[in-house]
T-cell receptor, first 111, second 114 residues
Framework: SQELEQSPQSLIVQEGKNLTINCTSS?????LYWYKQKYGEGLIFLMM?????EEKSHEKITAKLDEKKQQSSLHITASQPSHAGIYLC???????????FGSGTKLNVKP | EAQVTQNPRYLITVTGKKLTVTCSQN?????MSWYRQDPGLGLRQIYY???????DKGDVPEGYKVSRKEKRNFPLILESPSPNQTSLYFC?????????????FGPGTRLTVL
């Protein structure tokens, strides 16, 4: 199975600060997804990466997939309270049947 | 509106009383999947279906059944629920193209088994 390790498990930052969340895979990533979840609610799709070295941005959130396709990072610039929630990385295995999630990173942004 | 719907959203039941959580999507997606989310364990896949009449086990299938008789529906059945199945459940769907693509998630069903 594909294991995804996320770090840190939780993060508290002051509003306006930058932060980075990492997702490391035990195997090559064929599709890497970032989702955001408000506590106890549904998942909101943020971005999908599939090519080594790929980088995508949406508003103040940037995600990268390293060249070896075994690690991804999610970077938030100038964090705001609206960024608070749980960030989850997810991954496709080679044959795109099962799907795996990391354990999540809880983010709190203090005003 | 393209969406995945789940019912019920909240359910409190007792041990052993059979229940079904429904999941429906209106995007004509081939792939559908069920996950459970537990504190400290993240989201884990229970079952998935690549198309009608094609289902397979995920990582935590014990105690659950599924069926895929129609493309749009993928119900999750707990024949004899136990307290360790208390969890937040999500249904999801996506197209099957042999390439990465986004999964669309339902709003979740919070199940409590007493």
């Amino acid at each position: 199975s594909q294991e995804l390790e996320q770090s840190p498990q939780s993060l508290i930052v002051q509003e306006g600060k930058n932060l980075t969340i990492n997702c490391t895979s035990s195997k090559t990533l064929y599709g890497l997804y970032w989702y955001k979840q408000k506590y106890g609610e549904g998942l909101i799709f943020l971005m999908m990466l599939q090519k080594g070295g790929e980088e995508k941005s949406h508003e103040k959130i940037t995600a990268k997939l390293d060249e070896k396709k075994q690690q991804s990072s999610l970077h938030i610039t100038a964090s705001q309270p609206s960024h608070a929630g749980i960030y989850l990385c997810g991954a496709d295995p080679l044959n795109f049947n099962k799907f795996y999630f990391g354990s999540g990173t809880k983010l709190n942004v203090k005003p | 509106e393209a969406q995945v719907t789940q019912n019920p959203r909240y359910l409190i039941t007792v041990t052993g009383k059979k229940l079904t959580v429904t999941c429906s999507q209106n995007m004509n997606h081939e792939y559908m999947s069920w996950y459970r989310q537990d504190p400290g364990l993240g989201l884990r896949q229970i079952y998935y279906s690549m198309n009608v009449e094609v289902t397979d086990k995920g990582d935590v299938p014990e105690g659950y059944k599924v069926s895929r008789k129609e493309k749009r529906n993928f119900p999750l059945i707990l024949e004899s629920p136990s307290p360790n199945q208390t969890s937040l459940y999500f249904c999801a769907s996506r197209i099957t193209s042999g390439a990465p693509n986004e999964q669309f998630f339902g709003p979740g069903t919070r199940l409590t088994v007493l």
